[in-house]
């Protein structure tokens, strides 16, 4: 073999090499770019129950290394929609707090959307409802096509359709829904009985599995 073919044949070695290394790396890269999901988070009681059955699905998110983050809004004074439609002009909701615009902008970021609310008098909580309304409405279509869950906290009734009122939010701005093992409501007044509820407890471990498995087919 002369010099010529010599350094022809390493050449072609060396470019080969570094193919592999740049897809090696994509790969990598690939790999190391995390799936986010935000909740939001609709009681106004910043530890209580809905916090929890959140905390449960932090758990499943941790052990699949999806970035999870919880978003309290029950304590805002936010005020609800009143239709004057500027938002469809200007993209944002006129009457929208910093702490609104900063947790739609989270959920335009997110791969996926948790909605979770204590049943108040058989529905959402009020301060959670008119968050949605104006959310929905101004940044909805930046919602389309992600994945979506709705967790409901009750004492003794109404969680199902609670559940049923959140979920309209979702399907209406084509977000895929994720299900369960049953419907996604744990129940118990007080701490120490909503950590009694065991079949609860597995109903939302199961959503936070599955919202972290549909992810990855992404």
């Given at each position: 073999m002369?010099?010529?073919?010599f350094l022809?044949?390493?050449g072609?070695?060396v ?5 592999r290394?740049g897809?090696?790396a994509?790969v990598t890269?690939?790999?190391?770019k995390g799936k986010?999901?935000v909740?939001i988070n609709?009681s106004p009681?910043?530890e209580?129950?809905?916090h ?8 499943e ?16 004074k936010?005020?609800g929609?009143i239709?004057c439609m ?17 947790i ?9 959307i948790v909605?979770?609310s204590?049943v108040y008098?058989g529905?959402i909580?009020g301060?959670m409802?008119?968050?949605?309304d104006?959310?929905f409405y101004?940044a909805g ?9 709705s967790v409901?906290t ?8 609670t559940t049923?009122s ?6 209406i ?5 994720v299900?369960s093992?049953?419907w996604?409501v744990?129940?118990?007044h ?6 009694a509820?065991e ?13 972290a498995?549909a992810?990855k087919?992404?």
């Amino acid at each position: 073999m002369d010099r010529r073919e010599f350094l022809k044949i390493a050449g072609t070695a060396v470019a080969t090499l570094a193919v592999r290394e740049g897809v090696g790396a994509l790969v990598t890269e690939g790999m190391k770019k995390g799936k986010k999901v935000v909740a939001i988070n609709g009681s106004p009681n910043l530890e209580g129950n809905t916090h929890y059955a959140l905390s449960l699905m932090g758990d499943e998110f941790a052990k699949e290394n999806v970035d999870f983050s919880i978003l309290s809004i029950g304590r805002e004074k936010i005020k609800g929609c009143i239709a004057c439609m500027t938002c469809k002009e200007t993209g944002e909701c006129p009457f929208a707090t910093d702490r609104e615009l900063e947790i739609i902008e989270q959920m335009k970021n997110a791969d996926a959307i948790v909605l979770a609310s204590p049943v108040y008098y058989g529905g959402i909580a009020g301060t959670m409802k008119q968050f949605l309304d104006k959310a929905f409405y101004s940044a909805g279509d930046s919602f389309a096509h992600k994945l979506g869950a709705s967790v409901v906290t009750e004492n003794h009734s109404g969680g199902s359709v609670t559940t049923e009122s959140l979920n309209q939010y979702l399907l209406i701005r084509q977000i895929n829904v994720v299900a369960s093992s049953y419907w996604n409501v744990i129940k118990g007044h007080g701490k120490e009985a909503i950590r009694a509820d065991e079949e609860g407890e597995r109903t939302i471990r199961t959503l936070a599995i599955n919202i972290a498995n549909a992810l990855k087919n992404q």
